[in-house]
């Protein structure tokens, strides 16, 4: 009797968590989405339109850094985990790894369109000609001793022109993103490594030694991790008219009356300079999507239709006044395709 008692409340019990479980998959109404900084203001907008124009709640959308999106992202399915994360660069092999250890078997990666990484500064001062070799010098952590390279020493340069004699003779302070934002790897893959990689004894080291020769930013006050928040940034470059940041292009283009961007190998970050090609700095942008959430968050499927409509992404939607550089139409109908048959992500 008493054990038949037991069995009872045991069934109970598991019918109490699995009732729990069920009121629990019900509890979030709303698309959640989290991620890089750059791709958050076009989301956000598409977020806003969503929930004006149908009968969804607007998604809640935060700034969380790429790889700190990627890593909830990745953490787990079911609605404590978010639905959808931003990314300014393409996910790594490693977060597909951590996404498939923790259940998270089945994503669709949706390109966004194109961003350009701006080095900028006050309107208050003089904009600069720069190229991958000077930001090389301004920050990186070590710097070459002689020609080539082959030797190398703490980096001594002050001020910009200690770094270039055609430079001014203005203090280096450069403010920039943090390890876990998608802008700062693409900068160090696009800048750093570019301008170490014009000394050839760095130029032909092994990779692992060579990416921290290259990547390793200094620490003395001249690059300073800023943060997340870009729009922060900004407001310090507008309070120090002497120091830079580094941010995405959207937000240059959003500020342009008190922002300048610098030439990067004689090319001025320009909406038409990115979308052709010829400014050195640009990359895609990203969001990851969980298909196991599609058809138990509502208003998923309907969210990314809006995101990949013509109206919104296209050559003349709304996301390009934000800033975002449209893809070529083809490219816009593959991922639009994608998205619409939920292929499964490849790397």
């Known amino acids: 009797m008493q054990r038949k008692s037991v069995l009872m409340a045991a069934v109970v019990a598991l019918a109490v968590a699995g009732m729990a479980t069920a009121v629990s998959a019900q509890s979030r109404d709303y698309i959640q989405i989290v991620g890089s900084s750059t791709v958050y203001p076009f989301t956000t907008v598409v977020a806003e339109q969503f929930g004006k124009t149908t009968k969804f709640k607007t998604p809640k959308v935060e700034s969380t850094g790429s790889g700190g999106g990627l890593k909830l992202f990745c953490a787990g399915v079911g609605v404590e985990h978010p639905d959808m994360t931003n990314s300014s660069r393409r996910i790594k092999k490693s977060e597909v790894e951590l996404c498939g250890k923790n259940g998270v078997k089945e994503v669709v990666e949706m390109k966004v369109g194109y961003d350009g990484i701006a080095v900028a500064n006050s309107k208050k001062s003089k904009s600069l000609s720069l190229t991958p070799r000077d930001l090389f010098l301004a920050l990186a952590k070590d710097v070459p001793a002689n020609a080539d390279g082959s030797e190398r020493k703490p980096n001594p340069n002050k001020t910009w022109k200690d770094v270039n004699p055609k430079l001014p003779a203005l203090k280096i302070e450069v403010l920039g993103p943090p390890p876990t934002s998608g802008t700062r790897d693409a900068f160090v893959e696009l800048v750093m490594d570019a301008g170490c990689g ?27 991790e800023a943060g997340e928040n870009d729009n922060l940034i900004v407001q310090k470059l507008d309070a120090n008219p002497d120091a830079f940041g580094i941010f995405g292009f959207s937000f240059l283009d959003q500020n342009f009356d008190k922002l300048h961007g610098a030439s990067i190998n004689g090319v001025k970050p320009e909406f038409e300079t990115i979308a052709d090609g010829s400014y050195p700095v640009s990359r895609p942008l990203y969001i990851y999507i969980k298909k196991a959430h599609l058809d138990v968050i509502a208003g998923m499927r309907e969210f990314l239709a809006e995101y990949t409509s013509e109206k919104a992404w296209g050559d003349e939607g709304y996301l390009t006044d934000k800033g975002l550089i449209p893809m070529p139409e083809k490219e816009r109908q593959m991922f639009s395709s994608d998205v619409k048959n939920l292929k499964n992500l490849a790397l």
């Open 198 to 224: 014009t000394f050839a004894a760095i130029k032909s080291m092994k990779k692992k030694a060579k990416r921290a020769a290259c990547r390793t930013m200094r620490e003395d006050g001249a690059f300073v």
